[in-house]
């Protein structure tokens, strides 16, 4: 079993920027691929950004160029940077593991982010 905990969410002003952090905790040493995902009000869960155990990294194209995502395994955390954060980035993030013996996906409980004047 992998748990997840996020945090770093809250309100921010168009432009502004959030980091967001994903504590890992469990049988980590079985986890391969993780990443984060968005789900906005009315809307299906999306992909944001993911990165491979080897720091291999992929975004929806729609934040190519303002979020990073990145890991430290030491620590078994894995952060998403947001940066010109826009109004339609406002949805709860939720952080995804998943099992490399297993495949088996594990998620975080999500925080929500909410991008407003």
């Known amino acids: 079993q992998v748990q997840l905990v996020e945090s770093g969410g809250g309100l921010v002003q168009p432009g502004g920027s959030l980091r967001l952090s994903c504590a890992a905790s469990g049988t980590i040493f079985s986890i391969n691929a993780m990443g984060w995902y968005r789900q906005a009000p009315g809307k299906e869960r999306e992909l944001v950004a993911g990165i491979t155990s080897g720091s291999r990294t992929n975004y929806a194209d729609s934040v190519k160029g303002r979020f990073t995502i990145s890991r430290d395994n030491a620590k078994n955390m894995v952060y998403l940077q947001m940066n010109s954060l826009k109004p339609e980035d406002t949805a709860v993030y939720y952080c995804?593991?998943?099992?490399?013996?297993?495949?088996?996906?594990?998620w975080g409980q999500g925080t929500q982010v909410t991008v407003s004047s």
């Open positions: 995804n593991a998943v099992s490399g013996a297993t495949l088996l996906s594990y």
